[in-house]
């Protein structure tokens, strides 16, 4: 069985971060994904994108972000793509949560959510394209 493929193309500006959840929930509930999975995978999309408006783009809205939802008969696969200031993830670590309840700060978990709820999350940067890959597999957790 071929790929599906379902496109969705935004500014980079959270005012449209709505639109991307429902995007994610149509098409994930079409391809009988459970709700608590399609849950799982709004977070997950809504983290990636959200780091893409205000790492990748530096909150700058005249930009765009191409998202698409690739469903295969054993995995759901949310791609985004950006062409803003790329994220290494080989220079990325772990937050410490205790130092960071302890010093009450804020933020700094979207990839370490995006991996706990996922079961593949995938960087790659070429010719000043970065791709966000997140992945579900139908017979996972």
Known sequence: MA??????KIPSSTQ???D???????HASEASFSE????QMKIAVDEACTNVIEHAYNNE????IDIAVIVNPDRLTVRIRDRGRKFDSQAYREPDLMAFAKNRKAGGFGVHIMRRLMDEVQF???????ETLLVKFRNAR
């Open 61 to 64: 809205s005249n930009h765009s």
């Open 124 to 130: 790659n940067s070429k010719g000043g394209l970065n």
């Open 3 to 8: 790929s599906i493929i379902h496109k969705l």
């Open 36 to 39: 608590s999975v399609v849950e």
């Open 20 to 26: 991307v959840r429902e995007f994610v929930t149509t």
């Open 16 to 18: 449209f971060l709505e």
